[in-house]
């Protein structure tokens, strides 16, 4: 099965060189985070980006948040979405569009830190996974990925991958996310304003994608390929999903406009990632089948 996760760690990766992580390969991590999530019993899953110019979270993250949580739950996993008030609305709907049956926590900013140990302690998750959630950089402000300080709008969620003896997984595409400390040279180096935005805080696997939302998808395609069940979601359901929280108004981070498109990719793009990575399904059953 391992030419199949090749295939779907290729597609994930399309357009890294847009935001120079192109040089960055996390083919070994995306593998590990997938046996890892395969052997997890109860999964923290932290998203949502604050946009400060449309006081609400961006598409990418929400999606993808919710394609993996409903996979892991299929398989019988306990799953908590965690988010801010800001993307609060954008998860109630994507986990209603999903049928999504775990809790969803929110993360005020004042006194995040606290409830964030607090959750700890409630729920004890094996894993905890960010998918585009926001990270502080090395002067401890939280940054966009043009350089614009958002620290006002952020609750610091940090301290789930800082405090917690999970194994810890993270998706992002630009280094201001959580994870990216762990390539912290090169996006200093090779990204724009990187030195400014780059993250600090590290994971134990870090996946790196064109967009955070494919990354999530990816996982979800690999999962189904190595358990021989479709978990991930349809194209109707991926446009449902994006149309759901733009309705809401949701932005797109990259346009800042509140548009069918993810980090200035239209929906036509991002159903064609959703096609691909369901065919590459398709292709792996046929071979167990043969």
């Keep these: ?40 019993t109860t999964v923290f ?9 449309a006081l609400i979270g961006e598409t990418d993250g929400p999606i993808g948040a919710i394609s993996l949580a409903k996979a892991l739950e299929k398989l019988g996993k306990k799953v908590i ?8 609305e954008l998860l109630e709907t994507c986990s209603k569009l999903k049928d999504f049956k775990g809790n ?29 959630r926001p990270s502080k ?9 043009t350089g614009e300080d958002i620290t006002e709008y952020v609750a610091n969620t940090d301290t789930f991958f800082n405090n917690s003896n999970s194994v810890t997984i993270a998706i992002g595409d630009g280094g201001n996310e959580i994870g990216m400390g762990k390539i912290y040279d ?11 935005i780059c ?5 134990d696997h870090l996946i790196v994608s064109g967009v955070s939302n494919w990354g999530a998808h990816g996982l979800v395609a690999a999962i189904s390929v190595l358990t021989n069940k479709l ?17 809401i108004g949701s932005v797109d981070g990259y346009t800042k406009k509140n548009t069918l498109s993810v980090d200035g990719f239209s929906l036509e793009s991002n159903l064609r990632i959703i096609e691909k990575l369901i065919t590459i399904f398709d292709e792996s059953q046929k071979q167990m089948l043969a």
């Design 45 to 53: 899953i932290v998203t949502g980006f604050p946009v400060k110019d």
């Design 137 to 145: 950089a090395k002067d401890n402000r939280f940054y966009s990925m």
């Design 199 to 203: 993250a600090v805080t590290k994971v």
């Design 104 to 132: 969803l926590e929110i993360i005020n900013k004042e006194n995040a830190e606290k409830t964030c140990d607090e959750l700890i302690k409630k729920y004890n998750p094996s894993h905890i996974v960010a998918v585009e």
């Design 231 to 247: 978990l991930l979601h349809d194209c109707q359901r991926e446009y449902e999903l994006l149309k759901g929280i733009t309705e």
């Design 186 to 196: 090169h996006i200093k180096r090779e990204v724009k304003f990187g030195e400014k």
């Design 81 to 88: 979405i965690i988010t801010d008030s800001y993307s609060k």
């Design 1 to 40: 099965m391992d030419k199949y996760i090749e295939k779907i760690i290729k597609i994930i990766e399309t357009n890294l060189d847009r935001r120079g992580m192109n040089k960055i390969s996390s083919a070994k991590e995306f593998k590990s985070s997938t046996k890892e999530l395969l052997k997890s």
